[in-house]
């Protein structure tokens, strides 16, 4: 915290007597940024913290009641400072956004914990503290909240029936087609409302959806394979899913090979399409050998094929050389040629 901040705060509370300029300092964290609980404080003078919150509504009070025009004018910056920040953000911000606005920092320290204090004692800006459903935030007002409450659901609910990411450059127009209430919005906007959500999130690719979403918050190995090869597009062999995961920033934690290939193997949602190489079930990429792939097709068109149209499509749906489809058609227990070249499934 800069000396400016400081002196500020000394001002402010020097009209207290010791023991309550401690609890407040210590129950807005100005010295170390991370506010005491009532709690601890009580066992510190040996009081309730019942006595505890008294002190603090007291000492808060009697503050405000000594906060002259000029003392007044110092706290001023601080809450239009954040007053633009809310009006910028559509009225509704983080807390953490409003931080890295002030001191260019999210997390809590002094500078922070000052901010607040201000805040709290000016009394304008409302602050909701954490629940389930969304992160700390600031408010212009109860109305900017409850607009913002009904729009975010909105959006969510939006999102459920998408069922799949959006790109973040489409993120304004879908979250106006949303039916949310708040309609004027702007890129910041929705940045700074989804910042508040604990249901909503960006992956490392830009792309935004709910957190439950492996495409957004993926759990493990297995979702991390699933999104990077999703995201690339094409079947990869499983050395390179697993150096696409590892440079893909997903944390510190590197990728083993061995551990990649096996979830692979396991999780349905891939499928072998070649030596190593995997692909997903969502391009159409179906299980099974190259063999068991032919009958598929046979069976699906319920006639017989011409070679060159069976090799056409095995290879649609693995990456094998064509002499392996043609070896395959040679088994005779599965397969009889009509001649010309046409095959199909032998009749039991």
Same mark, same amino acid.
């Given at each position: 915290?800069?000396?400016?901040?400081?002196?500020?705060?000394?001002?402010?509370?020097?009209?207290?007597?010791?023991?309550?300029?401690?609890?407040?300092?210590?129950?807005?964290?100005?010295?170390?940024?991370?506010?005491?609980?009532? =709690?601890?404080?009580?066992?510190?003078?040996?009081?309730?913290?019942?006595?505890?919150?008294?002190?603090?509504?007291?000492?808060?009070?009697?503050?405000?009641?000594?906060?002259?025009?000029?003392?007044?004018?110092?706290?001023?910056?601080?809450?239009?400072?954040?007053?633009?920040?809310?009006?910028?953000?559509?009225?509704?911000?983080? =807390?953490?956004?409003?931080?890295?606005?002030?001191?260019?920092?999210?997390?809590?320290?002094?500078?922070?914990?000052?901010?607040?204090?201000?805040?709290?004692?000016?009394?304008?800006?409302?602050?909701?503290? =954490?629940?389930?459903?969304?992160?700390?935030?600031?408010?212009?007002?109860?109305?900017?909240?409850?607009?913002?409450?009904?729009?975010?659901?909105?959006?969510?609910?939006?999102?459920?029936?998408?069922?799949?990411?959006?790109?973040?450059?489409?993120?304004?127009?879908?979250?106006?087609?949303?039916?949310?209430?708040?309609?004027?919005?702007?890129?910041?906007? &929705?940045?700074?409302?989804?910042?508040?959500?604990?249901?909503?999130?960006?992956?490392?690719?830009?792309?935004?959806?709910?957190?439950?979403?492996?495409?957004?918050?993926?759990?493990?190995?297995?979702?991390?394979?699933?999104?990077?090869?999703?995201?690339?597009?094409?079947?990869?062999?499983?050395?390179?899913?697993?150096?696409?995961?590892?440079?893909?920033?997903?944390?510190?934690?590197?990728?083993?090979?061995?551990?990649?290939?096996?979830?692979?193997?396991?999780?349905?949602?891939? &499928?072998?399409?070649?030596?190593?190489?995997?692909?997903?079930? =969502?391009?159409?990429?179906?299980?099974?050998? &190259?063999?068991?792939?032919?009958?598929?097709?046979?069976?699906?068109?319920?006639?017989?094929?011409?070679?060159?149209?069976?090799?056409?499509?095995?290879?649609?749906?693995?990456?094998?050389?064509?002499?392996?489809?043609?070896?395959?058609?040679?088994?005779?227990?599965?397969?009889?040629?009509?001649?010309?070249? &046409?095959?199909?499934?032998?009749?039991?």
């Amino acid at each position: 915290m800069n000396s400016t901040i400081r002196g500020v705060v000394g001002q402010v509370l020097y009209v207290l007597n010791t023991r309550n300029k401690d609890v407040i300092s210590r129950r807005f964290g100005l010295k170390t940024g991370k506010k005491e609980t009532l =709690e601890s404080i009580g066992k510190s003078y040996g009081i309730t913290r019942e006595r505890v919150r008294q002190i603090e509504e007291a000492s808060l009070k009697q503050i405000r009641e000594n906060l002259n025009s000029s003392l007044a004018s110092k706290v001023k910056p601080f809450v239009d400072l954040a007053e633009n920040t809310l009006e910028q953000a559509g009225g509704v911000t983080s =807390e953490d956004n409003l931080f890295a606005k002030f001191s260019g920092v999210a997390k809590e320290n002094p500078a922070n914990a000052t901010l607040v204090f201000f805040l709290s004692l000016d009394g304008r800006l409302r602050k909701f503290i =954490e629940t389930d459903d969304f992160n700390t935030f600031w408010a212009l007002s109860d109305q900017h909240a409850e607009s913002f409450n009904k729009s975010i659901f909105a959006f969510i609910d939006a999102l459920k029936k998408l069922g799949t990411p959006i790109a973040e450059s489409a993120v304004v127009d879908f979250y106006k087609k949303s039916g949310a209430t708040l309609k004027d919005v702007t890129s910041a906007t &929705v940045a700074s409302f989804i910042s508040v959500s604990k249901n909503i999130a960006k992956n490392n690719f830009g792309q935004l959806g709910l957190t439950s979403w492996p495409d957004i918050k993926p759990r493990g190995v297995k979702d991390k394979a699933f999104l990077v090869l999703k995201r690339d597009g094409k079947p990869r062999h499983f050395r390179e899913i697993t150096q696409l995961i590892n440079t893909s920033s997903f944390g510190n934690r590197k990728a083993n090979v061995q551990t990649v290939h096996n979830e692979l193997i396991k999780d349905k949602r891939f &499928v072998l399409v070649g030596r190593g190489l995997y692909g997903l079930t =969502e391009w159409g990429y179906k299980a099974g050998t &190259v063999k068991d792939v032919i009958v598929d097709i046979l069976r699906s068109t319920g006639q017989p094929m011409h070679k060159k149209d069976i090799v056409t499509q095995v290879l649609s749906n693995r990456m094998v050389k064509e002499n392996t489809i043609l070896l395959n058609l040679q088994n005779p227990k599965v397969f009889e040629r009509k001649g010309n070249g &046409v095959y199909a499934l032998k009749e039991a």
